[in-house]
């Protein structure tokens, strides 16, 4: 849900919008496609990602889609704080990255009277929550769940296919690593 596509967009508030879902989803083109919207209304935006994430570029948030917007790197939410003071709308992209403070900072920034907007994806590669997304959802005004295809039989698909063997959480990659699959196709890792 797009809040510029309601029929009463808050006032005299800030709020929490969350897309999630899995890789090849499209969350990061839909973050990028309402940061857009924003800065053509004349909005102040702030656009954050965590360092981990060094995929296609440092300084820009890139969608697997290539669309680009230019962002600030962070290597803890709180930093957000102080860098998007002059914001009125935040974006925050690869949220499952951030620590659990993450929650805290959207919802001083929310309370401040922002529109804070995360992006990230809500299951690791074994399907399980990713934290601190569940907390997020949990506490966001708005909900964007996005599905992928999946690549064995074309349903829907809301889980990524880790297609190596790592056992760590975080292996960043795209293609080469990750693929979408639906609940039926998914495989899940022997632990
Ligand atoms: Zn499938």
């Known amino acids: 849900?797009?809040?510029?596509?309601?029929?009463?967009?808050?006032?005299?508030?800030?709020?929490?919008?969350?897309?999630?879902?899995?890789?090849?989803?499209?969350?990061?083109?839909?973050?990028?496609?309402?940061?857009?919207?924003?800065?053509?209304?004349?909005?102040?935006?702030?656009?954050?990602?965590?360092?981990?994430?060094?995929?296609?570029?440092?300084?820009?948030?890139?969608?697997?889609?290539?669309?680009?917007?230019?962002?600030?790197?962070?290597?803890?939410?709180?930093?957000?704080?102080?860098?998007?003071?002059?914001?009125?709308?935040?974006?925050?992209?690869?949220?499952?990255?951030?620590?659990?403070?993450?929650?805290?900072?959207?919802?001083?920034?929310?309370?401040?009277?922002k529109r804070v907007i995360v992006a990230g994806l809500d299951q690791d590669y074994r399907g399980k929550p990713f934290e601190p997304m569940p907390q997020l959802l949990a506490v966001a005004e708005y909900i964007t769940k996005t599905l992928a295809i999946c690549v064995v039989c074309g349903n829907p698909a809301d889980r990524t296919q880790r297609k190596t063997h790592h056992a760590d959480r975080v292996v960043v990659g795209a293609k080469d690593i990750y693929e979408a699959r639906c609940r039926h196709c998914f495989e899940p890792p022997s632990e």
């Not at 897309?19 to 309402?34: A, N």
């Not at 656009?47 to 917007?69: C, G, M, T, W």
């Not at 939410?77 to 925050?92: C, M, P, R, T, Y």
């Open 1 to 113: 849900m797009d809040t510029s596509e309601l029929h009463s967009v808050p006032r005299n508030t800030g709020w929490i919008e969350v897309v999630c879902g899995c890789m090849f989803s499209g969350k990061t083109e839909e973050l990028i496609r309402r940061l857009r919207r924003a800065e053509i209304a004349k909005q102040k935006v702030a656009i954050f990602k965590p360092r981990i994430d060094n995929r296609y570029s440092a300084q820009h948030i890139v969608s697997h889609s290539e669309q680009s917007l230019t962002s600030q790197v962070v290597e803890d939410a709180s930093e957000i704080i102080e860098l998007s003071k002059d914001a009125q709308v935040i974006g925050v992209d690869e949220g499952q990255f951030f620590k659990a403070n993450l929650v805290d900072v959207c919802e001083l920034l929310a309370n401040k009277g």
